[in-house]
């Protein structure tokens, strides 16, 4: 089993991966409509917008927290 490089999911379906492509290794929420993987701007901005949606977060307090578990991730490890 992977697990997305890009936001930790693990993909256990053949349905969790972009266009059921499972060479790729990221997860269909975080593929754009292209299939590209997004950029490190847009799961944060995803990521945020989840925080205060679904835990009341406030803002600040929501990017802060996404950014903490993004820069964990391989795929953006490279950016610290
Ligand atoms: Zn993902």
């Not at 490089?5 to 969790?16: F, H, N």
């Not at 835990?55 to 578990?69: D, E, L, P, R, W």
Request: glycine content about 2%.
């Amino acid at each position: 089993m992977k697990m997305c490089i890009a936001c930790g999911m693990p993909m256990t379906k053949i349905a969790d991966y972009p266009s059921y492509d499972i060479s790729r290794n990221y997860c269909k929420y975080c593929a754009k409509s292209d299939g590209t993987m997004k950029t490190f701007n847009e799961k944060l901005a995803d990521l945020t917008l989840r925080y205060t949606q679904y835990h009341s977060m406030n803002y600040a307090v929501a990017k802060q927290t996404a950014t903490v578990i993004l820069k964990k991730l391989p795929a953006w490890k490279h950016k610290w």
